[in-house]
């Protein structure tokens, strides 16, 4: 293997049985083994077994990864990303030796840290304390390395208060605090992060991602990243995969990458319970989403640029007077700007009942500079609420050529306004 290639993955495939926890009578366990030991297939295995769970299975095995085949070198971060059931979290478990694949091989120099679910090598009756050195233990550090690095594990956990704390009574958020600090400071040279950040608060979770990018650019260590939150993937990884029914549908770089798993795609937001404040049962927003002037989905906005706001509302009730606005606000929940139909007096008139009627926002210039930024969203019917969403969208704002002179402006935070000098 090169030596700037610190893991490569070689025909990886992995197959389930369905309904079942065994995998047969033994003597089709022996002569798998026969088949494997000799790198045949499966004999039992049925022909075109696929990960796609939006088909039911007519057969007894699925292969949740088919043909794995990548490369990673040396202080790069490398994202993973696809759908639910794509195969993302199976990969990463074979990666860090939770499970073996069914077929194929894993070369790797050094050792790998985990964080794959809350918890994860934790012995839920030991003491936070306790835990780091097992987890030290199991990497193949000594007391005194372990020792040298545990201040800096306890404080950047914020676990300080409960370290001496059996780690059952720990929060889900207190234990990935303290599985990530454990798995970031005692110096593997690959780190494998699962989407369990998605528990910590918004806070860890940027420091996590910052410490990521210490581990990478500062330390030239090797992360593994899955994660759902495009802006998280856009902001932390250098290269990504793309999955989809458990094969690499596409492998480039991170702009690219969700690029592709973004096209053709409606970006699915979080319409849940507790972020839709008021509902009525006249109007409810279904979904919403950015397009460019291509029609392109986006989640990645540059400053300048052309972009439309879709928002699909789905319609139980004759409107006369709809109103439909949005609020843009930073991550500390400071408002940057609010576009209403109502200001500009374009409210909707909607007489078609039972239907899926889009609203559409022309933004002729984003005005935002870099940042990640989410969106609250209304609907009412003259002065009568129907409707009211807090985050049901995140985006990401980058610097662009706002004012079209081919250079970039020099400040990185605010907004952008056109002016003139006479």
């Not at 994202?79 to 199976?90: P, R």
């Not at 007391?143 to 545990?150: F, P």
């Not at 454990?182 to 918004?202: F, R």
Request: proline share 2%; hydrophobic share 35%; charged share 25%.
């Amino acid at each position: 293997m090169n030596m700037s290639i610190i893991l490569k993955a070689e025909n990886i495939s992995k197959q389930y049985r369905l309904g079942t926890v065994g995998t047969g009578s033994l003597q089709h366990d022996l002569n798998r083994w026969w088949h494997n030991i000799r790198s045949k297939e499966d004999p039992y295995l049925k022909v075109g077994g696929v990960n796609d769970r939006s088909v039911k299975a007519n057969e007894d095995y699925v292969w949740a990864l088919r043909d794995i085949n990548f490369e990673v070198k040396s202080g790069e971060v490398l994202g993973i990303i696809g759908k639910n059931g794509a195969g993302k979290s199976t990969l990463l478990k074979i990666l860090s030796r939770v499970t073996a694949p069914t077929t194929g091989s894993i070369k790797t120099r050094g050792r790998i840290a985990s964080l794959l679910e809350v918890g994860t090598g934790f012995h839920g009756e030991l003491t936070g304390r306790e835990n780091i050195f097992m987890n030290g233990a199991v990497l193949g550090m000594n007391r005194a390395e372990i020792k040298s690095k545990l201040d800096e594990i306890i404080a950047f956990s914020g676990c300080e208060k409960y370290i001496d704390t059996p780690v059952k009574r720990y929060s889900s958020g207190m234990t990935v605090r303290l599985g990530f600090a454990v798995a970031a400071h005692l110096e593997p040279e690959i780190l494998v992060v699962d989407e369990v950040l998605a528990v910590g608060d918004a806070e860890f979770q940027k420091k996590a991602i910052g410490k990521m990018q210490d581990l990478s650019l500062g330390e030239g260590r090797t992360v593994l990243f899955v994660s759902h939150n495009m802006v998280s993937v856009q902001n932390l990884c250098t290269n990504c995969l793309v999955l989809e029914n458990g094969l690499i549908s596409f492998s480039g770089n991170t702009e690219d990458s969700i690029r592709h798993y973004l096209a053709d795609k409606k970006i699915e937001y979080n319409f849940s319970k507790n972020k839709r404040n008021v509902s009525s049962d006249k109007a409810r927003i279904k979904n919403m989403f950015f397009k460019n002037q291509k029609g392109e989905f986006i989640s990645v906005i540059m400053s300048g640029q052309k972009v439309f706001l879709e928002i699909e509302i789905e319609i139980k009730s004759i409107l006369a007077n709809l109103v439909v606005g949005v609020g843009i606000y930073d991550q500390n929940n400071i408002p940057q700007f609010h576009c209403s139909t109502e200001t500009i007096s374009k409210n909707y008139d909607v007489k078609n009942l039972n239907r899926i009627f889009t609203a559409r926002l022309e933004i002729s210039k984003w005005p935002l500079s870099k940042g990640e930024f989410f969106i609250n969203s209304y609907l009412r019917e003259s002065d009568e609420l129907l409707e009211h969403i807090e985050e049901c969208l995140w985006l990401t704002s980058k610097k662009g050529d706002f004012y079209n002179t081919g250079k970039l402006p020099s400040w990185d935070k605010g907004f952008y306004c056109s002016y003139d000098w006479k």
